[in-house]
């Protein structure tokens, strides 16, 4: 399974709405998760089940999507959300596939 | 609160090798599965291994079956990866990751070990 991710770089006014996609060669049902990655920071699990906030997410990330069709949405940007964000899928095992990231930036 | 710190990484040559420790905190270690996953400067990230909650299992990604292995001390809450025959294309800051209990996603991930291999 490849994921492709779109756009690869995202410039977003703060307060903005971010839209982020992630679609899959074949389909993955509903096991996609989005992770958050800064530097010197551990990634950040955001999303899995496609839609499932992760325990102390905020609510301004949402995630939906199924099949081969994904997009993660940053609600109202704020400054701390400048990040690289990558989907994988948890379909198959092992889990292996992860997208090539969008990098998110304020414009 | 579920902390992962790794270490072992450093500057290699190539053909050398390198053992990474990842020691957990905050959760019940013995019932979870954990992973190594990379990243290249510069480039996404990478799945390198699983290993399950007893240690009976492990899987590696095809880029580095054979040179690395994956083992894990429940008694010590720590996680370990052998990495023989360093390449330079092994060059990346790795990171151990838990997955939940039920799903193929990483929960919780450490900071990072940065692991050079240069001659």
């Known amino acids: 399974i490849v994921l492709t991710q779109s756009p690869a770089t995202l410039s977003v006014s703060p307060g903005e709405r971010a839209t982020l996609s992630c679609r899959a060669s074949q389909t993955v049902s509903n096991k996609l998760a989005w992770y958050q990655c800064k530097p010197g920071q551990a990634p950040r699990l955001l999303i899995y089940d496609a839609s499932t906030r992760a325990t102390g997410i905020p609510d301004r990330f949402s995630g939906s999507g199924s099949g081969t069709e994904f997009t993660l949405t940053i609600g109202s940007l704020q400054s701390e959300d400048v990040a690289v964000y990558y989907c994988q899928q948890h379909n198959d095992w092992p889990p292996d596939t992860f997208g090539g990231g969008t990098k998110v930036e304020i414009k | 609160e579920v902390h992962l710190v790794e270490s072992g990484g450093g500057l290699a040559q190539p053909g050398d090798s390198l053992k990474l420790s990842c020691t957990a905190s905050?959760?019940?270690?013995?019932?979870?599965?954990i992973n190594w996953v990379r990243q290249a400067p510069g480039k996404g990230l990478e799945w390198v291994s699983t290993i399950s909650a007893s240690g009976g299992t492990a899987y590696y990604a095809d880029s580095v079956k054979g040179r690395f292995t994956i083992s894990r001390d429940n008694s010590k809450n720590e996680i370990y990866l052998q990495i023989d025959s360093l390449a330079v294309e092994d060059t990346a800051l790795y990171y151990c990751?838990?997955?939940?209990?039920?799903?193929?996603?990483?929960?919780?991930w450490g900071r990072g070990t940065l692991v050079t291999v240069s001659s």
């Open positions: 905050g959760f019940d270690f013995g019932k979870s599965a």
């Open positions: 990751a838990k997955l939940p209990t039920i799903g193929g996603y990483f929960e919780y």
